[in-house]
């Protein structure tokens, strides 16, 4: 964990002195909201203007720095890290409704993360895109089973309201659980 959190700290204190706008996501984020498990990358959120944004921060996060895709970074480092840009409404209430605490294995530092209802419909949506495997809907369940009688339903519903296929996704993982 400790190269993990290395990783994390580095990348946190890149973002934050460019001033942009982020959230931790995926693995982390689940211990966050209860649900530990194994993970060997940092995933985060960030909300930019232009990729030039990040340009500054990249010179701090890593030397080997390339693109996954149109819209996510991965830098090469003894543990990836991978930054995920703002792309569609769903990231936009990731990023309006994130949750401060304590990061998983340093209590001592705050930091931003997704939401617990932002967090189960990016990790749906990530399914439904790329379906890889079963992980993420695991994940969904893990999570659900930890936090069943703190999970806001409305704010559920209206996650899921912005794409037809992970309402689907969510009504079949509730009706096999």
Do not use: C
């Amino acid at each position: 964990m400790s190269r993990l959190l290395g990783a994390l700290h580095g990348s946190l204190e890149a973002l934050e002195a460019e001033g942009i706008p982020h959230a931790i996501s995926g693995s982390l984020a689940a211990a966050h909201h209860g649900y530990v498990r194994a993970t060997e990358d940092v995933d985060i959120q960030v909300a930019i203007e232009s990729p030039t944004e990040l340009q500054a921060a990249a010179g701090r996060l890593a030397d080997g720095v390339h693109r996954i895709d149109a819209r996510t970074w991965s830098f090469a480092r003894e543990v990836t890290v991978e930054l995920y840009e703002v792309r569609d409404r769903l990231d936009e209430e990731a990023m309006a409704h994130r949750v401060e605490g304590p990061l998983p294995g340093d209590e001592e530092t705050t930091a931003s993360f997704v939401g617990l209802e932002e967090l189960m419909v990016l990790k749906l949506r990530e399914h439904v895109r790329h379906g890889h495997g079963l992980k993420h809907v695991a994940d969904v369940q893990q999570l659900l089973a930890r936090n069943h009688d703190r999970l806001d339903g409305e704010r559920l519903d209206e996650l899921l309201a912005l794409d037809p296929e992970w309402r689907e996704t969510w009504d079949e993982l509730v009706e096999t659980s």
